[in-house]
């Protein structure tokens, strides 16, 4: 295995705080946010496919779970998506943050796997009450 201090690359989607890509840079790793890289009310599909093309884990933050797991569900298990990286953050916006600290050590665990195994990707939802990795 690679190790659980191997960096990687992270877009923040549109409407996830700046204090997530704060505890990501600590840790090492480098942050794009979406404005700086996309036009506001670019397509889910668009942020998509510069995530794959950065090679960077897509974090997304939508607080209503259940929504957010089948709206994600549906798209990650499409072909042309196959090798998206996302980091699903369905917890309120203002513990975003403290809620991917807490993951953090799953985090580097699972990016690990995913890099030791190009059929793999990291795809991790963050709530409120758990954590829970999707291979």
């Known amino acids: ?34 404005r700086d890289v996309l036009p506001e009310r670019t397509t889910d599909d668009e942020v998509y496919e510069t995530a794959i093309r950065l090679d960077a884990v897509l974090l997304v933050i939508d607080r209503d779970a259940s929504r957010a797991v089948r709206r994600y569900d549906a798209k990650l298990r499409q072909d042309r998506l196959k090798t998206l990286c996302v980091i699903l953050l369905a917890c309120p916006e203002p513990t975003a943050h403290l809620r991917l600290e807490q993951a953090m050590s799953l985090i ?12 793999r990707r990291l795809w991790i939802d963050i709530g409120t009450h758990y954590i829970r990795t999707n291979r």
């Not at 665990?109 to 995913?114: A, F, S, T």
């Open 108 to 119: 580097q665990l699972e990016w690990g796997y995913c890099r030791e195994k190009p059929s």
């Open 1 to 34: 295995m690679t190790g659980p201090t191997e960096t990687f690359r992270a877009l923040l989607n549109a409407g996830v705080p700046d204090s997530v890509g704060r505890i990501l840079s600590l840790r090492g790793h480098l942050v794009v946010r979406h």
